[in-house]
């Protein structure tokens, strides 16, 4: 027997034993094990060693035993530079922590091993899923409530395909649980009152609210007014809906998210903004596939794609892209699409036959001879429409 064969049937034992509930017979022969990898075996014997003692430690409720079985695994698959055997080692070490109520330090690892399956082509399904699923149970605990919703509502979709009903179910019952807790889905209609097409921002808003709009921006080109917003954001509160102040930073911390434009994220570092926001939405607009993919990396909550249709409320909105150009968006990120320009509820189907998770509207309501029937008919739309 080769040492690497010696060192992988004592593994082997050590996990029978662990099956066979004889934990502590199962943490000495790991122990053993890790002794002899040290001294015989390959790097590759000495992590797998070390993470089967760091799972029966965890196994035995022994906390900062599977830390420093993991923590030396984790290093040492570093230097191995096998991204698949690193994830998982991240993936155990952060949840052990997650399991000790710290959800803090277990951050970083179920983070960064998130990011090594996605970008990693013949990752397992199953395990992408389990992923995101364990990083929505990690923004959860945070108090990311937003991201926690969009995680478990993509881990949903990952068991959807793979026909894991168990998986299915307990991602529907967390996202139903957070909107019985007051989170608002990014899904559906997205009001926005736009202050060069109406005067009377509070009366729109009321009107939005009326017909059943949950997420409203407020935009104001020529310079957010924080009374409008307090003002605004009083409503919105009290009426269970969400506040996005398009372009002032410093206004959108006085409601619950923040639109930007690509200009905006140029005079800032986007993780900063992501840290300054908190648990508030960070809404970002997105012309190309590749904008959406930086967005998603600092942590954006949406992407804004546009303009759907032509528009005469943006000026320099370009050229329609029709639902090919927001599919584009949609196919690229896993982060809801809300598109924009010039949606009405006679062009309302492509939008959602094009995948966005929302459709933003100024003008179909805002000049609408009663806008809260004309928000309420998209919103009747959008339900017939969307699955
Ligand atoms: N952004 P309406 S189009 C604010 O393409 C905005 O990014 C756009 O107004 C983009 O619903 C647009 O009246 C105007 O067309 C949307």
């Not at 009083?234 to 506040?243: E, F, H």
């Not at 995948?355 to 009747?380: K, N």
Request: hydrophobic content about 45%; aromatic content about 4%; glycine content about 10%.
């Amino acid at each position: 027997m080769t040492p690497h064969e010696r060192i992988a049937e004592r593994i082997e034992n050590a996990m029978r034993a662990r099956r066979a509930h004889r934990s502590q017979d199962a943490r000495e022969i790991s122990v053993e094990t890790v002794a002899t990898a040290r001294v015989e075996g390959s790097r590759r014997d000495l992590i797998a060693a070390l993470s089967g003692l760091g799972r029966i430690e965890r196994d035995l409720g022994n906390d900062s035993g599977a830390i420093a079985a993991y923590a030396e695994a984790t290093a040492l698959a570093r230097v191995e530079g096998e991204p698949s055997l690193l994830a998982h080692l991240l993936r155990n070490f952060g949840a052990t922590h997650l399991a000790a109520e710290r959800p803090t330090v277990a951050e970083p690892y179920l983070r960064e091993a998130l990011e090594i399956d996605r970008a990693d082509e013949g990752c397992d399904a199953l395990e992408l899923a389990n992923a995101v699923r364990l990083v929505a149970e990690l923004s959860e605990r945070l108090g990311n409530r937003y991201e926690a919703a969009r995680l478990w509502y993509e881990a949903r979709v990952r068991y959807a395909a793979l026909a894991i009903a168990e998986g299915v179910r307990e991602c529907g019952a967390r996202l139903e649980g957070l909107e019985a807790a007051g989170v608002v889905p990014l899904r559906g209609i997205y009001g926005i009152v736009d202050r060069a097409v109406s005067n009377e921002p509070l009366a729109l808003l009321d009107s939005l609210l009326d017909a059943g709009v949950r997420v409203v921006q407020y935009r104001a080109k020529a310079g957010v007014d924080p009374r409008v917003v307090r003002a605004m954001h009083a409503v919105t509160r009290a009426r269970g809906a969400l506040l996005i102040v398009n372009d002032d930073l410093a206004c959108a911390l006085e409601a619950d998210g923040w639109h930007a434009g690509q200009e905006d994220l140029m005079e800032r570092d986007p993780a900063t903004i992501r840290a300054t926001l908190g648990s508030r939405i960070f809404g970002v607009s997105c012309g190309v596939p590749g904008e959406a993919l930086a967005a998603e990396r600092f942590g954006a909550d949406y992407v804004g794609v546009g303009p759907y249709a032509a528009t005469g409320t943006k000026a320099d909105a370009g050229a329609a892209i029709g639902e090919a150009g927001i599919r584009a968006v949609v196919d690229a990120t896993r982060l809801p699409v809300v598109a924009i320009g010039g949606i009405n509820a006679g062009n309302l189907a492509g939008v959602a036959r094009s995948g966005a998770s929302m459709a933003a509207v100024i003008s179909a309501i805002a000049r609408a001879a009663d806008p809260a029937a004309a928000a309420r008919d998209l919103i009747a739309r959008w339900d017939a429409l969307a699955r």
